[in-house]
């Protein structure tokens, strides 16, 4: 295929989440401008097999698709998502919230952190998470769409999905065949680049067939078939400031009411996750080798389950960094092939989303322009650098030193970006904003609040109010969105009117 001339064929090489997303994306959206897409996949080699918590960004992207929720909840046997639930991360026994959504209600001079601050200092307001709605509605076990009515404390959320990730990849698929999308079954077992440029020309499969392209995305998790085995991107490692580089995961039956929000256990060497679905919660004990045998992390995660397991446990090892390029000659890595930046935030699938809408928004006059790739890399390099600071933080902010993981991750040096940040807060309750960046103000004050990281003096507008005044408006504040969120129906019943799948219907009344 010509060097020069615009992008006729893309080929995608894997058909996990990350290459279902691309295929339907690029299927929705760029297919119709004549160019073909095309996706390999390895039944033999499979995929990774777990990812099930995501954020509210997922929602455009389906949005954008033009998938139908409801349809999509039953295909994928979800549950919503309001919050992550944080217990023992910075002393055992403690346990915060960071909310989809904000604190406090519309409207404010400051930010409402601020207040909270300042009232604290003159009588009882309660704790932060009592001032976000959806961390009071998750804490019930309640779910109900955001109002549109910018005014109202029930506009104050957004909602992710749990969901079962092998599925969405599954619904996906049949939605990319529809638009055209076409799928070859086989494994790769060469790739052929051009002499001269070093631009990929075609891969080969283990049947002899040979499958040429313009652009190719490689889809194809850690290994990163084409994105490191062939054009060498090299990897930024970032094993010493998130020390965790293995996971042990299991699904189990559920028990009882399933609640809107993931929760995140920290345990001796690292953090064990729990995801309720419809069908089945999610389970997984992420953990640092250097402290931990992986059959003690199995037995640890085994006896914290709450259910009879429904699949026997998968053993997984990986690096937390990302590729030094992301695009590298005609060759775009998207998903694991990419970067894992450990799943504690449940950032991968928003990272796989964000590579899709940066290639979309970037779309190359030609597959190989070195212009296109630098720019792409250098958007992509911002979205890891800030999440893997915003993951740090959970780590270094922490009062444990019960076990030598937690010491070891308390007492490390962390990027400089991040401590500037965390200094900011510490003296002055300012978060700095970010102007790109995927987590905002209220989702760094949650943790850092949540942390035990209170700045001594609120912002002195806070602390001009009245303290009497200010006291009770925050208490009459607690009671209206304690109310509010106690008017919502319970998750179960929503999803047993709107979205359950077939055979899953059951109502928690
Ligand atoms: C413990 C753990 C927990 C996680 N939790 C979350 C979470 O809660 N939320 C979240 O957003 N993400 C999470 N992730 C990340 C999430 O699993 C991935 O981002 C997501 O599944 C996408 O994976 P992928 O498609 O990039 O790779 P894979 O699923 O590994 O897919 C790779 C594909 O490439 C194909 N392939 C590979 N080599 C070849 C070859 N030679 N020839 C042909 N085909 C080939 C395979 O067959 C497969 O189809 C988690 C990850 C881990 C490890």
């Not at 694991?336 to 930046?341: C, D, H, P, Q, T």
Request: glycine share 10%; aromatic share 10%; proline share 5%.
């Amino acid at each position: 295929m010509a060097e020069r001339a615009g992008v006729r064929r893309v080929v995608i090489v894997g058909g996990g989440a990350a290459g279902w997303m691309t295929a339907a994306a690029l299927g929705r959206l760029i297919a119709p401008t004549g160019v073909e897409v095309l996706l390999i996949e390895s039944e033999e080699i499979g995929t990774v097999g777990v990812g099930e918590s995501t954020l509210p960004h997922i929602r455009e992207f389906n949005a954008r698709l033009g998938i139908d929720e409801a349809e999509f909840m039953r295909a994928t046997r979800a549950t919503f998502k309001l919050a992550i639930e944080f217990r023992d991360w910075d002393r055992v026994g403690d346990s915060y919230m960071h909310p989809f959504g904000d604190f406090g209600a519309p409207g404010g001079g400051v930010p409402f952190h601020q207040y909270w601050l300042a009232g604290r200092a003159h009588g009882d307001v309660g704790e932060l998470d009592e001032y976000a709605a959806p961390i009071v509605a998750a804490r019930a076990a309640r779910f109900g769409p955001p109002s549109s009515d910018g005014r109202s404390i029930l506009s104050t959320w957004d909602y992710a999905y749990q969901l079962d990730a092998s599925l969405y990849a599954r619904f996906l698929r049949a939605f990319a065949e529809k638009l055209g999308v076409r799928r070859v079954e086989g494994r790769i077992v060469d790739v052929t680049q051009d002499p001269a440029s070093g631009l990929i020309r075609s891969v080969r499969l283990e049947r002899g067939e040979v499958v040429e392209g313009d652009l190719f995305i490689d889809c194809s998790g850690f290994r990163g078939l084409l994105i490191e085995q062939t054009l060498k991107s090299g990897y930024t490692d970032w094993s010493h400031w998130l020390p965790c580089d293995r996971a042990v995961a299991t699904p189990c039956r559920g028990l009882g009411r399933t609640e809107p929000y993931t929760r995140a256990t920290a345990m001796e060497a690292g953090w064990r996750f729990r995801i309720p679905l419809q069908h089945r919660v999610g389970n997984g004990y992420v953990y640092c080798s250097a402290f931990l045998e992986p059959e003690a992390a199995e037995r640890a995660l085994m006896e914290a389950l709450e259910g009879e397991p429904i699949a026997g446990p998968n053993h997984l090892r990986f690096t937390a960094g990302q590729r030094t390029r992301n695009w590298v000659a005609n060759c775009v890595s998207v998903g694991l092939a990419s970067g894992f930046i450990e799943p504690l935030e449940s950032t991968s699938i928003y990272l796989i989303q964000a590579a899709i809408t940066k290639l979309i928004e970037l779309w190359p006059v030609h597959a190989g322009d070195p212009r296109t790739a630098a720019e792409f890399n250098r958007q992509m390099d911002l979205q890891y650098e800030r999440i893997r600071d915003f993951i740090i933080l959970h780590y270094k902010a922490t009062r444990r030193d019960d076990s030598p993981f937690w010491r070891q991750v308390r007492e490390m040096d962390v990027p400089d970006s991040l401590a500037a940040r965390i200094e900011l807060f510490r003296e002055t309750g300012v978060v700095a904003d970010y102007r790109d960046g995927l987590f905002q103000h209220p989702s760094w004050v949650a943790v850092l609040v949540g942390q035990g990281i209170t700045p001594p003096v609120a912002h002195p507008l806070a602390r001009a109010e009245a303290p009497e005044r200010l006291v009770a408006g925050l208490n009459r504040l607690r009671a209206t969105i304690a109310e509010a969120a106690a008017r919502l129906p319970l998750q179960d019943d929503y999803i047993a009117r709107h979205c359950a799948y077939e055979g899953g219907a059951q109502s928690a009344a």
